[in-house]
């Protein structure tokens, strides 16, 4: 296992980290892990040097109102000496908050479920523009601050899911010492992306990357001009060896998290996981990724960056939701994922679909994409109708 150092913290930190999202399920119901296997899976892992385990608050739950399964899971499975050799991190369920007593009140249950005294890396959970300012006029700073200076976290972080001046205020807000986003190969400019990354590791935070497989959209069932161009090199990788290469390729990267739902995915990722230092990718290796990535992006349909300035709506299409969707279809459609993908449609609400567009144009004058909105709705609505 290769180490890395967690940022201004000076901590020690596995390349990959164990995420407790996917663990192993019995009957294809999430909120029931199937704990002799998912035991088995993060020992392994642990022995094998991953010192890094992430869970959180709603994690294998019914929904993200209450509190799932993984985090009472993983204190069970970190019994038996486990506790000690590693730095856990779970997350403040921020939406739930509506009082300063709030916090306390959820990281002392959460203490209490993962049967520890302490949590390594303590994060509030899915900041957004939104949530932010709630929980700063609620003071989360003050909170934070308590937390450590009584023990019961050793470091403040946060996990993100916003736009990228968001990101940025967040940072300088509040003295973090880390902070989790989503990165991948084709993730470069989303939500905090590259220059995000940069931006926080130059703060001196560490920083952890969730979703580096897309939730596995870079996996499996890839077109068959991915598998082609990753057929062209001279080492053969699999696809998933490819994508956590690439993230691990960047220096400013602490820990990449893999939500591992079979003991195979544990065993090759270690084998990855052992060999991916920084900036070891070579010259050859990069061109074929780059070509990979150009082989999605010219699959793209709408060059949408959700900046959201096309909105509102004045009768309620969510213009960026649609297109994403959209997107997503042409990224990744095979016949294998066609159904699974335009299903996904079913996350737009029907009065934000693209068939409630009234044609007004109003979105357009708006557009720094100079994207033609009307008529890309109507594709939208062409393609899954």
Not at 59 to 71: A, F, I, L, V
Not at 85 to 111: F, G
Request: with cysteine; charged share 30%.
């Amino acid at each position: 296992m290769l180490y890395r150092t967690f940022g201004k913290t000076n901590e020690k930190v596995s390349a990959l980290g164990f995420g407790c999202m996917r663990l192993p399920i019995i009957n294809g119901d999430t909120t029931k892990i199937d704990e002799e296997k998912a035991i088995k899976m993060i020992r392994h892992a642990i022995d094998e040097g991953v010192n890094y385990v992430d869970t959180a608050y709603p994690y294998h739950g019914t929904g993200m109102g209450q509190g799932g399964e993984s985090e009472p899971f993983v204190g069970r499975a970190l019994k038996d000496g486990y506790r000690e050799k590693v730095k856990l991190a779970t997350k403040l369920p921020s939406w739930l908050i509506k009082t300063r007593e709030d916090m306390d009140k959820y990281l002392n249950e959460q203490l209490d479920r993962l049967q520890t005294d302490h949590i390594d890396f303590y994060l509030v959970h899915a900041l957004n523009a939104g949530s932010f300012e709630n929980l700063k006029k609620l003071g989360i700073d003050e909170f934070l601050d308590s937390a450590i200076k009584d023990g019961r976290i050793k470091y403040a972080g946060f996990s993100f899911h916003d736009k990228l001046e968001i990101f940025k205020g967040i940072v300088d807000y509040y003295d973090w010492s880390f902070c989790q986003i989503q990165y991948n190969y084709l993730d470069e400019n989303f939500q905090a992306g590259t220059e995000g990354l940069n931006y926080a590791a130059d703060k001196g935070l560490g920083v952890v990357i969730m979703e580096p497989l897309r939730g596995g959209k870079i996996v499996r069932n890839l077109p068959e001009a991915v598998i082609n161009t990753f057929d062209k090199a001279e080492n053969k990788k699999s696809p998933a060896e490819w994508a956590l290469r690439w993230v691990w390729n960047h220096p400013e990267v602490s820990v990449v998290l893999s939500g591992m739902s079979v003991m195979d995915d544990v065993t090759e990722n270690l084998k990855t996981a052992s060999v991916a230092a920084p900036n070891s990718l070579t010259e050859k290796e990069l061109e074929i990724l780059n070509e990979v990535k150009k082989v999605f992006n010219d699959r793209i349909k709408v060059n949408c960056t959700a900046c959201e300035y096309c909105m509102p709506c004045p009768v309620g299409v969510n213009i960026p939701k649609n297109f994403a969707v959209y997107n997503e279809y042409s990224l990744f459609v095979t016949p294998v994922t066609e159904k699974e993908l335009k299903e996904r449609y079913n996350s737009v609400g029907s009065q934000e679909r693209a068939d409630k567009c009234v044609e007004c144009g109003k979105c357009e004058g708006h557009c720094p994409q100079v994207i033609k909105i009307r008529e890309e709705l109507k594709n939208v609505t062409a393609l899954f109708a």
